[in-house]
């Protein structure tokens, strides 16, 4: 079982930045692909960004265009997202999820095995 832990969301004006973390609580972190999704009221969650486990790629979805990074830290069982260029349609809750262990990658939420609670993201005018 692994628990995720989400925070750093907030309020920020459009244009701003922020950075998202996701504590991880299992031992063999470096095994699994690490997520980012987003669910926006009134609509279906959809996929943010992944990380390959153990020095693989990193995948965005197209909407980020450059401006969001997604960077893992294995000594701290975390991975981040750094938001920059914030705009309105980028308000969510965004949510970190694990794929794994030896995840193949993927943009399917549903291939996505735990989850965390999630961390609301508003950006205003």
């Known amino acids: 079982q692994v628990q995720l832990v989400e925070s750093g969301g907030g309020l920020v004006q459009a244009g701003g930045s922020l950075r998202l973390s996701c504590a991880a609580s299992?031992?063999?972190?470096?095994?699994?692909?690490m997520g980012w999704f987003r669910q926006a009221p009134g609509k279906e969650r959809e996929f943010v960004a992944a990380a390959s486990w153990s020095g693989g790629g990193t995948y965005y979805a197209d909407f980020v265009e450059g401006r969001f990074t997604i960077s893992r830290d294995s000594a701290k069982n975390t991975v981040y997202l750094q938001m920059n260029s914030l705009k309105l349609e980028d308000t969510a809750v965004y949510y970190c999820a694990a794929e794994g262990p030896y995840g193949l990658g993927t943009m399917n939420e549903r291939e996505y095995d735990y989850w965390g609670q999630g961390t609301q993201v508003t950006v205003s005018s």
């Open positions: 299992a031992h063999t972190f470096s095994t699994y692909v």
